[in-house]
């Protein structure tokens, strides 16, 4: 059995919070179905946005907790960690948020999040004529990229 | 917040979120056996801060715990606890800008 390597699984929403990916490469443990998962994991970034930016020492704290942020406003978490894992994220300006789950060892993977965002998603999904926008999408010379790519980060 | 990142972990054994980065600060969690979370906010890039909240740990067993007129739950007013925080924060503060 090949080892696990770092990266456990990967998920891609969109600002309306439809799971357009779910990419898994190691992952002994799963609690919850699938859709449940991933509602679970959308709600969590949600309120840890909201969470930090209610946190952030550096602002005024105008909001409430629990107000919708807009990509880009107010201050955003980038990473957080765990015992097991560690969780990146990465959220474009029109939404759509990029999450990995890793070894907790794993480092910063903000640049890696942009080279998947860039280069992967956007080539071989966003450009895909095929692809219809806000639907989970399926497509093998996505993962083929990612799976290259991944195999590359330590 | 807490409990659901211990349901989302991809393997047994999660303890819920320790240190979350974020663009501005970041926020460090030290939990103690009977579940007593502490957290730290700092800049990011600080260093140390396991060993910080390990202290302030160890301050809040010495002068709240054995605090014979403290009840357990209750928000903490003990001076003493806070002098000797502060205490610890300034000479944190001073090592960092000797190094």
Known sequence: ?154 | MHAISQQLSPTTGCGGIDILEADTFVLRCFQSLPGTKFFVVAEPGSQGLDALLKNIYDLYVDYVLKNPFYEVEMPIRCELFDLSLTQLILKDKAMLGSR
């Open chain 1, 1 to 154: 059995m090949a080892a696990p390597g770092r990266m456990r699984c990967m998920y891609i929403f969109n600002r309306n919070g439809v799971c357009l990916h779910y990419h898994v490469w190691y992952r002994p443990l799963t609690t919850l179905s699938p859709q449940q998962d991933q509602k679970l994991m959308f709600g969590l970034l949600f309120s840890l946005r909201s969470f930090t930016v209610k946190m952030d020492p550096t602002s005024n704290n105008k909001g409430h907790l629990g107000v919708p942020q807009l990509p880009g406003q107010g201050c955003s978490f980038h990473a957080f960690t765990t015992n097991t894992y560690k969780l990146s994220l990465l959220e474009t300006p029109s939404g759509i948020k990029i999450v990995l789950v890793t070894d907790p060892g794993m480092g910063d993977l903000r640049e890696a999040l942009r080279y998947i965002y860039s280069n992967i998603y956007v080539e071989y999904v966003i450009k895909n004529p095929l692809y219809v926008p806000g639907e989970h999408f399926r497509c093998e010379l996505f993962n083929a990229a990612l799976d290259q790519y991944v195999k590359t980060l330590k």
